[in-house]
C-alpha cells in the first residue's frame, strides 16, 4: 500500500494546526475525506440538484439513478441479500434509536430484558434506558481486559432476554465482538440481534449474511464519507412488518381523511422526506473506495502502526496503555507524572501544540470507566493515511508530556 500516494487524495492533509503539519490520530470520531468524496459532492450541487423519486424530468431521472445506484453500492458493500434492506439514515445513532423505537413499540412487552454491556457508545444504551416500555437493561460482564467473551455471553443469555444490542468493535479499546457465534447463541433461543457497525464497517469486510445479524448499523463519516448520513440494515423478513418511526413525503402510497394510510414497500416507508442525497451519493463514492484499497489492507496497516507506537514507546514508563492486545488502529491511554494521572483533556491539549488531533474524554462509553478504574482517557486512533514518521513525532511529543508542561500552554 503506497500511502505517500493515498495521502495526496486527501487535500485536508496539506493544512497545519497550531503552525505545526497536521498528525491527525481521531480517526475513531471521524475520518477526512478524499478528493473523490468530495467532487461527488460538489458534481451533485453543480450538475444534479434535484429532488430523489419526486420529479418526471431528465434531470430528477439521474438523480434517482444515482441515489438507488448508492443503495446497491451500500447493498454490497455490507453483501446484503436484498437492496430493499438497506435504509438511509442520518448515521448509526438515528439507526439503533430507530431499532429501538420500533421493537418497544411493535415488539417487546413490559419486563422484556435486553442484553448489551458496559464498553457500550452511548447510541446503543441510551435509547433502551429511554424506551417508551419497562425495558430491563442486562450487561453481559466484560473480563479483565475489557472485552466481551462468548463464555460470558452463554452466561447472560436468559428467557427475560429478547434483544441483544452490541458494538462489533469497542470504539474506546477496539476489541473485536465475537459476533457469529453470538448470533448463533441468539437465534437458537428466539433472541434479535443489532449490531453497531460505526467502528467495524471502515476497518474490516463486513457480511451480514456471514454474520446472520438482525439489525446493523453504520455511519460514512467514519470511512471517509460525508457527515449525517448512513445505513440501517435490517433483514426484510422484519423490516416488512415494521412500521416506521417517521412520517410523511415519501414513505407512503397514499392516504386519506380518515388516516388510512397506505405505506410503500421497505425500504422507502422508512426514508420519509427528503434525504441527504449529496451524502448518499458521497458515501457511495467512499465505499467504492475504501473497497479499491481494500479492507483486509486497512485492518492489516493499522495493526502494523500499533505495534510500531507500542514498540517506540515500551520503554516510556509514563505511558499507560489500557488495550495493548485489541488488534486495531486504537490506543488508549494516559499519562502519568510522578505517579499521579494526568488530566486526559490537558494531554490532548498539549498535544495540539505539535499539531497532533487526539480525541480524550469517555469517549461516549460512560459506563466504561467503572470497569477501567480511570476517569477518562486519550485515544489515538490511525487510520490507512497516517504513516510511521507522523507516530515518531508523536512519540516524540509525549517525552515532553509532563503537568507542568501540559499547564504552561495555557499561558
Known amino acids: 500500500m503506497d500511502v505517500n500516494k493515498i495521502r495526496e487524495d486527501f487535500p485536508i492533509l496539506n493544512r497545519t494546526m497550531c ?142 432476554v429478547k434483544v441483544v444490542c452490541l458494538a462489533q468493535v469497542s470504539n474506546v ?47 460514512a463519516h467514519k470511512m471517509c464519507g460525508p457527515t449525517g448520513v448512513g445505513i440501517l ?29 397506505l405505506l410503500k414497500e421497505s425500504p422507502l416507508k422508512f426514508e420519509s422526506g427528503t434525504q441527504p442525497i449529496e451524502a448518499v451519493l458521497g458515501m457511495g463514492q467512499a465505499m467504492k473506495y475504501i473497497e479499491e484499497i481494500g479492507q483486509d489492507r486497512i485492518h492489516a496497516y493499522e495493526v502494523e502502526l500499533k505495534r510500531y507506537f507500542l514498540d517506540k514507546i515500551k520503554d516510556m514508563n509514563h505511558i499507560v496503555v489500557y488495550n495493548k492486545d485489541s488488534e486495531c488502529g486504537i490506543v488508549t491511554f494516559n499519562v502519568m507524572d510522578h505517579g499521579k494521572m494526568i488530566f486526559a483533556q490537558d494531554v490532548a491539549s498539549f498535544l495540539n501544540t505539535k499539531g497532533i488531533a487526539v480525541r480524550s474524554g469517555q469517549h461516549c462509553a460512560k459506563l466504561l470507566p467503572e470497569v477501567l478504574n480511570v476517569n477518562s482517557t486519550v485515544r489515538a486512533s490511525f487510520y490507512f493515511y497516517n504513516t510511521k514518521e507522523e507516530i515518531d513525532t508523536f512519540v516524540e511529543a509525549l517525552k515532553e508530556v509532563t503537568l507542568e508542561n501540559c499547564v504552561n500552554i495555557f499561558f
Not at 435486553?114 to 433502551?128: K, M, N, R
Not at 457465534?181 to 453497531?196: K, M, T, Y
Request: overall charge negative; some cysteine; proline content about 4%.
Open 233 to 261: 440494515y435490517g433483514k426484510k423478513k422484519y423490516l416488512d412488518v415494521l412500521e416506521p418511526v417517521f412520517y410523511g413525503g415519501e414513505s407512503n402510497a397514499r392516504f386519506d381523511q380518515c388516516g388510512h394510510v
Open 19 to 160: 503552525q505545526k503539519p497536521l498528525i491527525y490520530f481521531d480517526n475513531s470520531a471521524t475520518t477526512l475525506k478524499p478528493d473523490c468524496v468530495i467532487q461527488t459532492i460538489t458534481n451533485y450541487y453543480t450538475y444534479l440538484g434535484a429532488n430523489a423519486h419526486r420529479g418526471d424530468y431528465e434531470m430528477s431521472g439521474q438523480v434517482d439513478a444515482q441515489f438507488e445506484g448508492a443503495r446497491k453500492i451500500a447493498q454490497k458493500f455490507i453483501n446484503a441479500r436484498y437492496p430493499e434492506e438497506i435504509v438511509f439514515t442520518s448515521g448509526s445513532t438515528m439507526g439503533l434509536n430507530e431499532i429501538c423505537i420500533m421493537l418497544t413499540s411493535q415488539y417487546l412487552k413490559d419486563g422484556d430484558a435486553v442484553l448489551t454491556c458496559q464498553s457500550e457508545h452511548a447510541s446503543s444504551i441510551l435509547p433502551w434506558m429511554k424506551a417508551s416500555k419497562k425495558i430491563e437493561l442486562q450487561y453481559i460482564p466484560l473480563d479483565s481486559h475489557g472485552k466481551i467473551t462468548l463464555e460470558n455471553v452463554k452466561k447472560a443469555l436468559n428467557d427475560k
Open 173 to 219: 479499546l477496539g476489541y473485536q465482538t465475537p459476533i457469529k457465534e453470538i448470533s448463533e447463541l441468539c437465534h437458537a433461543r428466539n433472541i434479535i440481534l443489532i449490531v453497531d457497525g460505526a467502528q467495524s464497517t471502515p476497518h474490516i469486510k463486513i457480511d451480514v449474511q456471514d454474520l446472520d445479524v438482525d439489525f446493523f448499523v453504520m455511519s
